[in-house]
C-alpha cells in the first residue's frame, strides 16, 4: 500500500486512538456471550512496549515514544468516566536482557478502575523507552488484571519481536481458553518479518483484530467516527450450554438462544430439542466468526434428525477468507414430502448436531451461537398465496440520510426504519443492521459509495470487494438471486473502485408456502420477524486504518400481514428471543494441551527479515467477462437443479479466489427436506 499525502501525523497516533476509544465505545454496549449482569460495562487493559527500540523514529521527525504518548493523551482525555480501564507497561525497569528479572519486567502502572483519567495522565507522562520485550509474560499478568469474567479486552502495543520465552501466540491461545468474552487486538507499530507474524498470530489466536502501523495516516478520515466501532468485535451472545459427543446425554434445549464452542477434534456437538406443540416446524441456526488465515473455505454441518435417525434437514455453514467469515447455516425439521414429514413432524424430540468437518484443527475453540425457534401447524394451506416468485426492484424514494453507528454483532445490530442512513466502513470491519418485515412483505437494501479522490483514494489501493448479504431471522443467506432490474446486478459481491460503486440485494416476498422451496431465498422467506442486512469491506495483509464513507437505504416492499396463515388452535410461533429457559450444562471449553505457558529465559536472536510474512491478498479484474459466465451458470446450476432425495455428503464448494462467493456460506444441493441455513436469532 502506498502512503497516504498531505498533512502527515504518525500512523501509531491515530491507530492507538481508533483502536483504544473504539473498544472503550463497544465496551458500553454490554454485548457479550452469556448475556451480561446488569451494569456489566466490560474492562480494558491497555499493554504497553516500553522496550528500548521505542526510541526509534516515527518517521515524522519524532520517535516512538512520542507519537504513542500523544496518542494515549488524546485517547485518555475521551474515556467515559464509567469504563473501566488500566494501564501495563513492558521492558520499563530492566535495562538488558542478561539481568535478573528481564522476562518478568511488566507492571500494572495503573489498576483497571473507573476515574482514574488523572492516574492515566501522569502514566502517561512518565512512559519511556527503555529494556527487553517480555510480551508474552506481560500478556499473562493482563489476563490475571481483567479477572475470569466479564465483557474483557486487552489491547497490545509492540514495535518489536518478542524477546523471552514462551511464544506470545502460544500464550494468547491459552488466554483465550478464559471464554469467549476475552480478546486480543494487537497494532503493530512499524514491524516486519517475524516480528509481524507473531504480533499477527497473537490477534488471531487471541480472537481480536490487528492492524500496522508502519507509516502515516490522514487524521481527516474520520478519528471521531472511527472511535465509535473502529474495531468492535464480533461478539457471540446466548446462554451457554454444553453439546454431548453423543446423542445419550445430550442436554434438551427448548426454543431459545444459546452459545457453545467447537471443541479440540472432529467430534459433533448433540443437542435434543424437545417439541412442545404438536406437528410443529422446529428451526435450528448456527452462526459463527470464523478464524482469519487457514484455509480460503472453512465449511461445518449443522443437522436436524428424529432420535431414530431419520434425515430431516441439514446444510452446510460456511466462511470464506477474504470476506468477513461470517458462516451462518440451518436446519429445519418441515419436509414438503409427506412420508417423511410424518416423521420429522410427528417426533417427540429432535436431534440437532454441530459438527466441525474436516476443518476441525482451524475451528478448535471457536465459539458459535444456536436459535432454536418452533412453528405451530396451520389450520389450511389452501388459502394461502402461492411460493413468492422472482422479485422486481422497486424504486425508492430519495431521503436526507441520517447518521447511523452499525452493530458489530447480531444483538447488537441497529433496528431500521425504511429510509437512508450514512456511515462509514473500515476494511476488515462486518456492520449489521436488522429490520422488520412481515406477512407479505420483501425487504430491499441499497448501498451507495461516492467516488473517492486524495488520500482516500490512495488508501483504498486498487480494488477491494464489498460483500452484502440479507439473512434470516433464524440465519439462512435469502437474498434474491434472480431478482430483477437490481442496481448494480443481483450479486452480493460488489467491486469498490475509487470510482465509487452502487450495490443493492432484496428478498423474495414472505409466504408461509415459500418453506417448500429448494434453496434459502425460498425458505429462509417463510417467517417473518427481524431480518439482518450484514455489510464488510475486504481488507489487505498490510492494511492501515481508513474509512469509505456509504450510504445504506432500506425498503420495505409490500403490505404487512398479507398471506398470514391460521395457526392451529391459535397457537403462536415461539422463537429464539421469545424464550431463554436455563442452561443444562456448563459452558464447553477446550481440552487444556497440558503446556505450562510460564515466563522463560531470552530468546537468543531477535529478526526482523521478511522470512515468514504473510502474502497480501490478490485481488484483479482479468477475465471479468469469464468470471461472470461462470458465476452466473454456477448460480443457475445451483439453484434451479432439483435436489436429489439422498443424503448428501459435504462437499468444499469449488471457487477461484477472486470470484465473488454468495455471502458467505451457501451449500451444495440439499435434502428435499433442507429448510436451508440459519445463524441468529
Not at 425460498?522 to 464513507?549: H, Q, W
Not at 398470514?564 to 391459535?570: L, T
Request: with cysteine; proline share 9%; hydrophobic share 30%.
Amino acid at each position: 500500500m502506498t502512503a497516504l499525502q498531505g498533512h502527515r501525523r504518525p500512523a501509531v497516533w491515530a491507530l492507538l486512538a481508533i483502536t483504544l476509544t473504539a473498544v472503550l465505545a463497544g465496551l458500553t454496549t454490554g454485548t457479550a456471550s452469556a448475556d451480561p449482569e446488569p451494569g456489566d460495562t466490560g474492562k480494558l487493559v491497555m499493554v504497553l512496549d516500553s522496550s528500548g527500540s521505542m526510541k526509534e523514529p516515527a518517521g515524522d521527525g519524532k520517535t516512538k515514544i512520542v507519537a504513542a504518548r500523544t496518542a494515549l493523551t488524546q485517547v485518555v482525555s475521551k474515556l467515559p468516566e464509567d469504563a473501566q480501564v488500566g494501564l501495563r507497561v513492558y521492558g520499563a525497569t530492566v535495562f538488558k536482557r542478561t539481568q535478573p528479572g528481564a522476562c518478568t519486567d511488566t507492571q500494572l502502572t495503573v489498576p483497571i478502575g473507573t476515574g482514574n483519567r488523572p492516574e492515566l495522565q501522569a502514566a502517561i507522562a512518565k512512559y519511556k523507552p527503555y529494556g527487553e520485550t517480555p510480551i508474552a509474560y506481560a500478556l499473562q499478568q493482563a489476563a490475571k488484571d481483567l479477572g475470569p469474567t466479564g465483557q474483557r479486552t486487552i489491547v497490545l502495543v509492540s514495535d518489536g519481536e518478542a524477546t523471552c520465552a514462551p511464544e506470545p501466540c502460544e500464550v494468547a491461545r491459552s488466554i483465550a481458553k478464559q471464554g469467549i468474552d476475552l480478546k486480543i487486538d494487537v497494532v503493530g507499530f512499524r514491524v516486519g518479518g517475524k516480528a509481524r507474524t507473531q504480533l499477527q498470530c497473537v490477534a488471531r489466536e487471541g480472537r481480536g483484530d490487528y492492524y500496522d502501523a508502519d507509516s502515516t495516516i490522514d487524521l481527516e478520515t474520520g478519528l471521531d467516527r472511527l472511535s465509535t466501532r473502529a474495531f468492535r468485535p464480533f461478539r457471540i451472545s446466548g446462554t451457554p450450554v454444553h453439546g454431548a459427543p453423543q446423542q445419550e446425554g445430550a442436554p434438551v434445549l427448548a426454543p431459545g438462544h444459546y452459545s457453545d464452542t467447537f471443541g479440540v477434534n472432529d467430534t459433533a456437538m448433540h443437542y435434543l430439542i424437545k417439541r412442545t406443540i404438536t406437528g410443529s416446524t422446529l428451526r435450528a441456526g448456527v452462526s459463527f466468526r470464523r478464524p482469519s488465515g487457514g484455509s480460503f473455505v472453512i465449511q461445518t454441518e449443522v443437522r436436524l434428525n428424529t432420535p431414530s435417525g431419520e434425515q430431516c434437514g441439514w446444510s452446510y455453514p460456511r466462511g470464506f477468507d477474504g470476506d468477513q467469515g461470517l458462516a451462518t447455516g440451518t436446519a429445519a425439521s418441515w419436509s414438503k414430502y409427506e412420508k417423511q414429514n410424518e416423521e420429522c413432524s410427528g417426533s417427540d424430540q429432535m436431534v440437532l448436531t454441530v459438527n466441525p468437518g474436516k476443518d476441525f484443527r482451524e475451528l478448535k475453540g471457536v465459539p458459535y451461537e444456536l436459535r432454536i425457534d418452533e412453528e405451530p401447524p396451520v389450520d389450511s394451506t389452501t388459502s394461502l398465496p402461492a411460493p413468492a416468485t422472482d422479485p422486481v426492484w422497486a424504486p425508492m424514494p430519495g431521503s436526507t440520510p441520517r447518521e447511523i453507528v452499525p452493530g458489530s454483532s447480531f444483538p447488537d445490530a441497529s433496528l431500521l426504519e425504511p429510509g437512508s442512513y450514512k456511515t462509514t466502513l473500515m476494511p476488515g470491519e462486518l456492520q449489521l443492521y436488522k429490520v422488520k418485515a412481515d406477512w407479505g412483505q420483501r425487504i430491499q437494501a441499497q448501498i451507495t459509495v461516492p467516488e473517492m479522490a486524495g488520500a482516500q483514494a490512495e488508501a483504498l489501493d486498487g480494488i477491494r470487494y464489498l460483500d452484502s448479504a440479507l439473512i434470516s431471522p433464524i440465519g439462512e443467506d435469502v437474498y434474491a438471486v434472480f431478482a430483477k432490474n437490481v442496481p448494480g446486478g443481483s450479486y452480493t459481491r460488489g467491486v469498490l473502485t475509487k470510482r465509487g460503486l452502487v450495490k443493492a440485494v432484496t428478498t423474495k416476498e414472505i409466504r408461509y408456502l415459500n418453506r417448500n422451496g429448494a434453496n434459502n431465498q425460498d425458505t429462509g422467506t417463510s417467517m417473518p420477524g427481524e431480518y439482518y442486512i450484514a455489510v464488510s469491506l475486504s481488507r489487505k495483509d498490510n492494511d492501515k486504518a481508513f474509512t469509505i464513507p456509504l450510504t445504506l437505504t432500506v425498503g420495505v416492499v409490500g403490505t404487512a400481514g398479507t398471506g398470514k396463515p391460521e395457526y392451529v388452535d391459535g397457537a403462536t410461533p415461539v422463537s429464539g428471543e421469545s424464550v431463554t429457559p436455563s442452561p443444562t450444562n456448563t459452558p464447553s471449553q477446550p481440552a487444556d494441551s497440558g503446556d505450562k505457558n510460564e515466563a522463560g529465559g531470552p530468546v537468543q536472536t531477535r529478526d526482523n527479515s521478511d522470512d515468514g510474512t504473510p502474502t497480501a491478498l490478490i485481488a484483479g479484474l482479468g477475465g471479468g467477462g469469464l468470471l461472470l459466465l461462470l458465476i452466473g451458470t454456477f448460480t443457475v446450476l445451483r439453484l434451479r437443479k432439483k435436489p436429489a432425495t439422498a443424503h448428501p455428503a459435504p462437499q468444499p464448494w469449488p471457487q477461484h479466489p477472486n470470484q465473488p462467493p454468495q455471502y458467505p456460506n451457501q451449500a451444495p444441493p440439499q435434502h428435499p427436506s433442507q429448510g436451508g441455513q440459519h445463524p441468529p436469532h
